[in-house]
């Protein structure tokens, strides 16, 4: 059993950032890969970013070159370093945790998930 806490949401006026933090605990192992998701009302659950224990990354296109993710191994913590937001970003966002070094951007490649962290962007 792996437990994931968030930490980090708010609410931010549009151009500004956040930075998004969730810790994992419980069983992890050395190789495993966590990313982000994101839900707004109304909306699927979407992949946002991923990363592998030995640093691989994947955005989504909608996040490239505004959204880093990061993670501190020594720490079991991914971090998501969010800049120029959009109203359009507004969601619940979930932290998630696999096994492996698999950059997967599917919700069902996934096995723990977080509690989620509100973010709310105004325009």
């Known amino acids: 059993q792996v437990q994931l806490v968030e930490d980090g949401g708010g609410l931010v006026q549009a151009g500004g950032s956040l930075r998004l933090s969730c810790a994992a605990s419980?069983?992890?192992?050395?190789?495993?890969?966590m990313a982000w998701f994101r839900q707004a009302p109304g909306k699927e659950r979407e992949f946002v970013a991923a990363?592998?224990?030995?640093?691989?990354?994947g955005y989504t296109d909608s996040v490239k070159g505004r959204f880093t993710i990061a993670r501190d191994n020594a720490k079991y913590t991914v971090y998501l370093q969010m800049n120029s937001l959009k109203p359009e970003d507004t969601a619940d966002y979930y932290c998630?945790?696999?096994?492996?070094?698999?950059?997967?951007?599917?919700?069902?490649?996934?096995?723990?998930w977080g509690q989620g962290a509100q973010v709310t962007v105004s325009s």
């Open positions: 990363i592998t224990w030995s640093g691989r990354t």
């Open positions: 998630a945790w696999r096994s492996g070094e698999i950059l997967s951007q599917s919700i069902n490649g996934y096995a723990y």
């Open positions: 419980g069983r992890t192992f050395n190789s495993y890969t």
